[in-house]
Nanobody, 125 residues
């Protein structure tokens, strides 16, 4: 599986962005997907995850009610709708895919075997 993230950018606090992650490979529609982020000088942290069918999702407490993860298996794409953005949301955002056979939404970094290159989100105050 190869992942290509896009859709980051510069936005003012309170604004919205919708990064997307396009996946190659036949197994995309059967595996769990996630978004993680890494701010300068900090470790990679969980943001959101979605099960293979899109019916089960999980969110970090810091983004609940503001971010929504979704997927379109017909387009091999996962999305992260980010609303009410805050300066502390500034980070490189990475999408990740689990290995074949693992279809759930996981918040653990080690649960993911495939990673995209990241897309930068900058929120100005």
């Amino acid at each position: 599986v190869q992942l290509q993230a896009s859709g980051g950018g510069l936005v003012q606090a309170g604004g919205s962005l919708r990064p997307s992650c396009a996946a190659s490979g036949r197994t995309f529609s059967s595996v769990g997907m996630g978004w993680f982020r890494q701010a300068p000088g900090k470790g990679r942290e969980f943001v959101a995850a979605v099960s293979w069918s899109g019916t089960s999702t999980s969110y970090a407490e810091s983004v609940k009610g503001r971010f929504t993860i979704s997927r379109n298996n017909a387009k091999n794409t996962v999305y992260l709708q980010m609303n009410s953005l805050k300066p502390e949301d500034t980070a490189v955002y990475y999408c990740a895919a689990r290995r074949p056979g693992f279809s759930g939404a996981s918040s653990d970094v080690p649960s993911y075997d495939y990673w995209g290159q990241g897309t930068l989100v900058t929120v100005s105050s």
